[in-house]
C-alpha cells in the first residue's frame, strides 16, 4: 500500500517563492443545487421519475427509459407559497426561485414539491465544510450553498492550482453534487466568477491571476457580486447591468443614490479593499497528516497511523519546546464523510505513547464504532492548541510533581468525556453555597490580560491547600446545591433543634455541635444570619441545617434549613 506522508508546524509551513501577503489566492464553491441534491442523497425523493408521456404501456420499461420529474423546494412568502429552491430539470423547464407554486404546477403537472428546509442545508453546508479541511483548515461557509477556502501557498501540495480544481470536482461529482470552481486573488472575485458560469459547458474552471481581476470582472453581472436586489433592479432600469457599467461613470453618483455598499463591493472584488473570509477556525498550531493512494479499511492501519503521526506531531513540538493540551484526529473518508476525535489534556503533552493512550481511552469511551465505510484516504493530527513545555525538575523516585494527577485527569478526560470532569476550587465567599465551585481541570484559571479589580474577584482569598486543611472537616460530604426548608422545634427560640421533620419524615436530635455562625455579605443587603448546627438522630444520621435570621434582632420567627448530610 503507498501512502504520502507530510508533517508541517506554523514554522515550518512550506513557502511559495512570491510574496504570500501580495498574492492571497482564495477558492470558491459553488453548489446552485445544494437543497436538491440534499434531497436526492438523503433519499427525501421516493418518486422521483415519471415515464415518457408518448411509452406505450405494453412496451418495457427497457424500451422506455424514465424521464426525471423536476423537483423544487416551497416556502410561504407575502402569504403565497412560492419557490425556493430548485434542480436542474426544473431550471430546463424555465422554473425560477420566487415563482408561485401555483403557476409552477400549472406549466408542470408533474412538478414534485417538498417543504424547504434551511436548517439541513446549513448542516449539509457544515459538513462539506469540515470535508473541505482536507485542503486547507483557512476555510469559511459563504451561506446559504457556497465555501470559500483560502489556498495562498497551498496549491503546489496538490500538484497547481488545475489539479486542485480537478481534484475537487472529481470528488464532489462523485458524491452526487454539480460544484462551480474558480479561483482567484480575491474571496469576492472567486466567488463571483462561479456565481457568473450558467453551466459547466462555459468552459474549463476559471484561474485568474492575482491583480489581474478587473479584467475577469468587467462583463460580469452586478448580480454576481450578490448587490442588493433592490440596487440591482434601479441599475438595469437605468441601463446598467454589468460590472464595467459602473466603473466607466464616476463614483460620486452611485454612493450618493445607492449608499457605499454597491461600491465597497466592487473594490473588494478587484483588490481595491483588503478583505477576508473570516475562517471558521484557527489553522492548528502543528499538524501531521497522511495521504493513501489506497483507502485503509482495517482499524488496526488507522490505530498504526495515528501511532506514527503521533511520533511526527511529537518531533515538532519537541524541537520548539511545546506541548499539545488539545488534539484533534481527523479521518476523511472516500465518500466525503469526517471523523473528528478531539481530546484535551491538564498538561501540555508530547510524549507519543501518552497520546496513544489518551486516544485509545478516547475511542473506547465512544457509543458509536468506528465506522470506516468504503475506506479512508487522509488521516491527519493536529495540535489545535499548545503550551510551553520546559525539562521538569524530577523527584528522587524519578517523577515529575503532580504528574501522577495531571495522568488521572487526562485519562478519565479521554474515557468519560471532558465535560464530565470537575475539579473543586475555592471561591471568595463565607457562605457554604458559595465557598467552592466545581470547574473543569482543562480550563485555565487566569487566562489574558486582568485588571486589579477583576484578578482580585477571581482569586481565591485562601490557598486550596489551606482551604481544604480548614473548612473539609467541617462540611458534610453532600451539600444541597440550594438549603432545603424545614420544620424544627427547639427547647428556646435561639437553641438547638430537639426534632425537626424533613421530606415528611420526624426526626429527634439525640446530639448536636454548634452553633457556626456564618454572617451575609453586607454589601449585599436583605440577608439574614445563619447559625449552622450538626446533629445527629435515634437512628445514627448526621446533618447539617441552620436557622434563618438572629431571633428579636434579625426577624421575629426564624426559619429552619437543611444545607447537607454527612456519612
Not at 497547481?160 to 454539480?178: Q, V
Not at 501522577?404 to 471561591?427: K, N, W
Request: proline residues 8%; glycine residues 8%; positive net charge.
Amino acid at each position: 500500500m503507498s501512502t504520502g506522508v507530510s508533517a508541517q508546524s506554523g514554522q515550518e509551513k512550506g513557502q511559495p517563492q512570491h510574496d504570500q501577503a501580495h498574492h492571497k489566492r482564495y477558492l470558491a464553491i459553488f453548489m446552485p443545487f445544494l437543497t436538491s441534491e440534499r434531497i436526492r442523497r438523503e433519499g427525501g425523493l421516493r418518486d422521483g421519475l415519471l415515464p415518457r408521456a408518448d411509452a406505450n404501456p405494453a412496451a418495457s420499461s427497457s424500451t422506455s427509459p424514465p424521464v426525471p420529474r423536476p423537483l423544487v423546494t416551497t416556502c410561504e412568502t407575502r402569504g403565497a407559497l412560492r419557490l425556493a429552491a430548485t434542480d436542474p430539470v426544473a431550471l430546463r423547464r424555465g422554473l425560477r426561485a420566487g415563482m408561485a407554486l401555483t403557476d409552477a404546477r400549472a406549466r408542470h403537472p408533474d412538478l414534485i414539491a417538498l417543504p424547504d428546509d434551511p436548517a439541513a442545508d446549513r448542516a449539509l453546508l457544515e459538513r462539506l465544510a469540515d470535508w473541505a479541511r482536507r485542503y486547507t483548515p483557512l476555510l469559511a461557509q459563504d451561506p446559504p450553498d457556497a465555501l470559500v477556502l483560502d489556498m495562498t501557498g497551498g496549491a503546489h501540495l496538490f500538484g497547481g492550482e488545475e489539479a486542485l480544481l480537478a481534484d475537487i470536482r472529481a470528488r464532489l461529482t462523485a458524491m452526487g453534487f454539480t460544484p462551480r470552481l474558480a479561483i482567484a486573488g480575491t474571496p469576492e472575485a472567486a466567488a463571483a466568477l462561479t456565481r457568473a458560469r450558467r453551466n459547466q459547458t462555459d468552459g474549463p474552471d476559471p484561474i485568474i491571476a492575482s491583480g489581474t481581476e478587473e479584467a475577469a470582472l468587467r462583463p460580469l453581472s452586478l448580480r454576481a457580486l450578490r448587490v442588493a436586489p433592490e440596487t440591482c433592479e434601479a441599475l438595469e432600469r437605468m441601463g446598467l447591468r454589468r460590472v464595467e457599467d459602473i466603473l466607466l461613470r464616476p463614483r460620486a453618483p452611485f454612493a450618493a443614490r445607492f449608499g457605499a455598499d454597491l461600491l465597497a463591493r466592487i473594490d473588494a472584488a478587484l483588490g481595491r479593499l483588503r478583505s477576508g473570509i473570516g475562517a471558521r477556525i484557527e489553522a492548528p498550531a502543528y499538524l501531521a497528516e497522511r495521504r493513501f493512494f489506497e483507502p485503509i479499511l482495517a482499524s488496526e492501519d488507522v490505530a498504526r497511523t495515528l501511532e506514527r503521526l503521533a511520533e511526527e506531531l511529537c518531533a515538532m513540538l519537541t524541537r520548539h519546546g511545546e506541548g499539545a493540551t488539545r488534539l484533534e484526529y481527523m479521518l476523511f473518508r472516500v465518500d466525503g464523510a469526517v471523523r473528528r476525535i478531539s481530546l484535551q489534556s491538564g498538561r501540555p503533552v508530547r510524549d507519543p505513547d501518552r497520546i496513544m493512550l489518551l486516544f485509545r481511552e478516547k475511542l473506547a469511551g465512544l457509543h458509536d464504532a468506528l465506522d470506516v465505510g468504503h475506506g479512508f484516504d487522509l488521516a491527519r493530527l493536529s495540535a489545535i492548541a499548545v503550551g510551553r513545555l520546559d525539562e521538569t525538575s524530577l523527584r528522587l523516585d524519578e517523577r515529575a510533581r503532580g504528574q501522577a494527577l495531571a495522568r488521572l485527569i487526562d485519562t478519565l478526560g479521554a474515557r468519560l468525556g471532558e465535560e464530565r470532569v470537575r475539579i473543586p476550587v475555592a471561591g471568595d465567599a463565607h457562605l457554604p453555597e458559595e465557598a467552592a465551585r466545581l470547574r473543569r481541570p482543562f480550563d485555565r484559571p487566569y487566562s489574558g490580560r486582568t485588571t486589579a479589580r477583576s484578578s482580585t474577584r477571581s482569586a481565591p482569598w485562601l490557598p486550596p491547600s489551606s482551604w481544604l486543611a480548614t473548612a473539609a472537616p467541617d462540611r458534610p460530604i453532600r451539600l444541597f446545591d440550594q438549603p432545603e426548608p424545614i420544620e424544627a422545634l427547639a427547647s428556646v427560640p435561639d437553641g438547638p433543634p430537639l426534632r425537626f421533620r424533613w421530606r415528611r419524615v420526624l426526626h429527634e436530635t439525640i446530639a448536636y455541635e454548634g452553633p457556626e455562625r456564618i454572617a451575609p455579605p453586607w454589601w449585599r443587603g436583605g440577608r439574614l444570619t445563619r447559625d449552622y448546627f450538626c446533629v445527629e438522630d435515634r437512628a445514627g444520621r448526621r446533618f447539617w441545617l441552620f436557622r434563618h435570621g438572629l431571633y428579636m434582632r434579625e426577624t421575629q420567627s426564624p426559619r429552619w434549613y437543611l444545607h447537607g448530610l454527612f456519612g
